[in-house]
Nanobody, 123 residues
Framework: QVQLVESGGGLVQAGDSLRLSCAASGRTSSIDAMGWFRQALGKEREFVAASSWSGGSTAYADSAKGRFTISRDNTKNTVYLQMNFLKPEDTAVYYC????????????????WGQGTQVTVSS
């Protein structure tokens, strides 16, 4: 089993930055990829970014390219999502997820999920 705990969400203004963290524990040796997803009120969960556990591969949603950066610190078993130039449409609950084999854009491909952290961007 893998446990994931997100932190770093909050209320910010448009144009501000936030850094989300996701700390993994348990059988972290089974993790091959980590992803960030978000779910706005009344909408489906959507892909934001993903990284291989080694950091050799990353992927971003079009909405995140150029503004968000996914990174990881394997010594701390932690993955980060640096979010810059935030927009009101970025408002959502952000979740991190882990899977055992390769990057995926599909939330159903991830077997482990954190509890989520709220990000609210005011205009």
């Amino acid at each position: 089993q893998v446990q994931l705990v997100e932190s770093g969400g909050g209320l910010v203004q448009a144009g501000d930055s936030l850094r989300l963290s996701c700390a993994a524990s348990g059988r972290t040796s089974s993790i091959d990829a980590m992803g960030w997803f978000r779910q706005a009120l009344g909408k489906e969960r959507e892909f934001v970014a993903a990284s291989s556990w080694s950091g050799g591969s990353t992927a971003y949603a079009d909405s995140a390219k150029g503004r968000f950066t996914i990174s990881r610190d394997n010594t701390k078993n932690t993955v980060y999502l640096q979010m810059n130039f935030l927009k009101p449409e970025d408002t959502a609950v952000y979740y991190c997820a882990a899977r055992a084999l390769g990057l995926s854009f599909n939330p159903r491909a991830y077997g482990y999920w954190g509890q989520g952290t709220q990000v609210t961007v005011s205009s």
